[in-house]
């Protein structure tokens, strides 16, 4: 197995010189000397790349972004804010519902426990202002602890939200969060970010950039192709 961060992609690896066990990949028609020139750029961008690998920070130079420059490898990583509700986290199924996650092989890059104040509440939920259960889902969200978390992958905003389940649990998929484990909309142990903005908004508004943490799993290789 390579180390992460030292396999070269074929797409960063530049056009092969056409040596046995090399896949080829036709040059456009240049003069000869920019050919060179492109050639023993690349050779001196994979020899620095060696070189340099150990010294790069953990979870720059993730597998799942191939081989690109560190500065860039993280761009991009989808993320969304998943919360437990009071009704989760008092009934005891942390454990069940982190676990739904990480076995689906998202990873984990936010985690803390807390009782929201009415001001984070009441922006986490500002699109329902206007509507009718607005106070007591407020009342309801800052009745106690909350576990918030984000989590990290290709597409995690839409599968999470699949991983949940429907608004209603009683029309929720068995399988689903809500499905299995919630009956009243009042009471569906979860929230999900719906969309890349929401996602944004609300990572912003329960977190610091201090408390999220750029890692990579020691298994990623096996979670996702490079
Ligand atoms: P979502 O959590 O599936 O994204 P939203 O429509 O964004 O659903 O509603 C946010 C939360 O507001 C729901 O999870 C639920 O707790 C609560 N809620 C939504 N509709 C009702 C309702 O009709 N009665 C009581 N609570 C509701
Ligand atoms: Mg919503």
Redesign the pocket.
Known sequence: MTLPGVQASEGLRGPSQGKPGRSRLAWPPLPRGARNWFRWRFRAMRALRLLFAPCLPKGRAAPEHGNLPFVFSSMAAERSFIAI?PDGVQRGLVGEILGRFERKGFKLVGLKQLTPSRELAESH?G??RE???FA??VD?ITSGPVVAMVWEGDGVIASA?KL?G??KPLEAEPGTIRGDLAIN????VI??S?APETAEFEIGLWFTPAELSDWTPADQVWRAEG
């Open positions: 509700k939920y699109v329902h509507r009718p259960f007591g889902l309801f939200r949940i429907a608004t909309i009042g009471r569906n929230h999900g719906d």
